[in-house]
Nanobody, 127 residues
Framework: DVQLQASGGGLVQAGGSLRLSCATS????????VGWFRQAPGKEREGVAC????????YYARSVEGRFAISSDNAKNTVHLQMNDLKPEDSAIYYCAVDNVEDWTLGPMGNQMYEAWGQGTLVTVSS
């Protein structure tokens, strides 16, 4: 049974940092890709970053490139999203999701169909 647990959200001032974590279980971690998405009130869900656990390849949305970094801790089956230089427009509920790499393509995340999702963690950036 695939389980994803996102954590690490909170309230931070603009320019600050947060580190989100997605703890996973119930599947072969090395055979999957993990993505981080976010959704702000009244806005569409946006794919933020993703990583192929098998080879470490990463992709970032243009809105976060250079400020966010996605990484995996394979010993703990956990993926982190380090978020630096946060802006008010980064405020959203952040979700992690997983997909088998056999069904997944590195690149823009808007059309990817991830097979399992975790609950969200709220990030609020004050100005």
């Amino acid at each position: 049974d695939v389980q994803l647990q996102a954590s690490g959200g909170g309230l931070v001032q603009a320019g600050g940092s947060l580190r989100l974590s997605c703890a996973t279980s119930g599947f072969d971690f090395d055979a999957y890709a993990v993505g981080w998405f976010r959704q702000a009130p009244g806005k569409e869900r946006e794919g933020v970053a993703c990583i192929n656990i098998r080879d470490g390849d990463t992709y970032y949305a243009r809105s976060v490139e250079g400020r966010f970094a996605i990484s995996s801790d394979n010993a703990k089956n956990t993926v982190h999203l380090q978020m630096n230089d946060l802006k008010p427009e980064d405020s959203a509920i952040y979700y992690c999701a997983v997909d088998n790499v056999e069904d997944w393509t590195l690149g823009p995340m808007g059309n990817q169909m991830y097979e399992a999702w975790g609950q969200g963690t709220l990030v609020t950036v004050s100005s």
